[in-house]
């Protein structure tokens, strides 16, 4: 009798985590009016939304920053088709040749939260420096290049992060949170 009501518990189980994916609040990018023109129409055309967490304050995982160097301004999403999200670099501001990071299947960003309360908990944020020296010197991990443009921090809220550095042409992956 045991494993039968651990297999049923199992699956109920799996039916939430699900409903959870499926009720994940997923804006378009029309939500987002400081997009570029050319860059929402490039995420339309892709069939984007971007995944939001509930335990961030207002809109987010749209972020502009200096991806790559510091006189460019770069734009990265975090873009979710069919329930798997990637994070879109768009250099200089152009649809043409994003670069494509951490894909990932939605419900693997997924949490309990509070007793029976399942969120999403997947953002992106620009850092600078200061936080990558920071994060590096309290935690430790692969030791950063020279830092003259910012990085993405991949979130993973409230547990932890890691630092995505476009270095000589590669990602590198630098300690986050922890």
Known sequence: MAPLFVFIILCFSQLDWDKADRETVRLPPSAFPELPTAIASDLNRRGCTIPQSPEVQGKHNV?????????????????????????????NGSPANPATLESRPDTDRLQSWGGDKIIYSWQIAPVGEAYIMEHYNAYGGPKPPPIDHEGIDDRFVGKASEVLYFYNGKWLHLTGAD
């Open 63 to 91: 972020i502009r920053g200096h991806f790559a160097r510091p006189d460019q301004i770069d734009w990265a999403v975090l873009c979710s088709v069919k329930r798997v999200s990637t994070i879109l670099v768009f250099w």
